[in-house]
């Protein structure tokens, strides 16, 4: 069988993943995924349209990783699973940052995660407002939090934060809160800024859940 016979969109849609993982999504091309696939480019035309077709679908993809709500279970542990999912899956692709909202025409991927998102609150007593409030808050915080974790300068884990604090330690003279901070900070327990996301999720959680108990419409 020839390779050209041996291709599928999925096939595809998957090199192209491998491509932007490797050389972001500046790097994905019809050429670069073909090369990737070890065919010629326009092999790849019988199965997607075009360059922005592939990128529609690699959006597609990346929706298609994140674990989906179940709309019958408590609604909080149920958005905890989904932004836990949605930061591993963006961690591993960050590439996807900048794909998941952006595309102009929405895929069945990207409307069924919406679709079982909004059933599991509003099943739950949350109104379309809050409940809107609640989507459009914790991905803002899921999406803020693996951008900062990109851009960190230390390896977080491992006592990486307090070699780094310990290097960069500012003075207490100039800056005697932030100095006092860190000192609380990696005391006797120590810290982790990974924790800063459980830390984070639920300070919003808390906030929803105060929220649906006093009936807000808002």
């Known amino acids: 069988m020839s390779a050209r016979g041996t291709l599928s969109k999925e096939r595809i849609v998957a090199a192209a993943a491998a491509v932007a993982d490797r050389d972001g999504l500046a790097g994905v ?19 997607v349209a075009n360059k922005e077709t592939l990128l529609d679908e690699l959006a597609e993809w990346a929706f298609s990783q994140i674990e989906l709500p179940t709309i019958e279970a408590p609604w909080r542990e149920q958005m905890v699973l989904r932004a836990e999912s949605a930061r591993r899956v963006l961690r591993a692709h960050p590439w996807a940052l900048g794909m998941l909202e952006s595309r102009p025409i929405p895929g069945p991927a990207l409307l069924r995660h919406h679709d079982r998102v909004m059933g599991c609150l509003l099943t739950h007593g949350f109104s379309a407002a809050l409940a809107t409030h609640a ?57 982790a800024f990974e924790s800063e996301f459980t830390h984070g999720l639920n300070l919003i959680l808390d906030g929803l859940q105060l929220q649906l108990a006093g009936g807000a419409a808002l």
Do not use: K, N
């Open 29 to 47: 091309s019809m050429r670069t995924v073909g090369a990737e696939l070890r065919v010629q480019a326009m092999s790849l035309y019988h199965h």
């Open 135 to 191: 989507f459009s808050t914790i991905d803002a915080f899921v999406y803020g939090f693996v951008l900062t974790e990109a851009g960190l300068p230390f390896a977080a884990g491992d006592g990486a934060e307090e070699e780094f604090a310990s290097d960069v330690a500012p003075s207490p003279e100039e800056y005697p809160y932030l100095t006092r901070a860190l000192a609380e900070l990696f005391g006797d327990s120590g810290y």
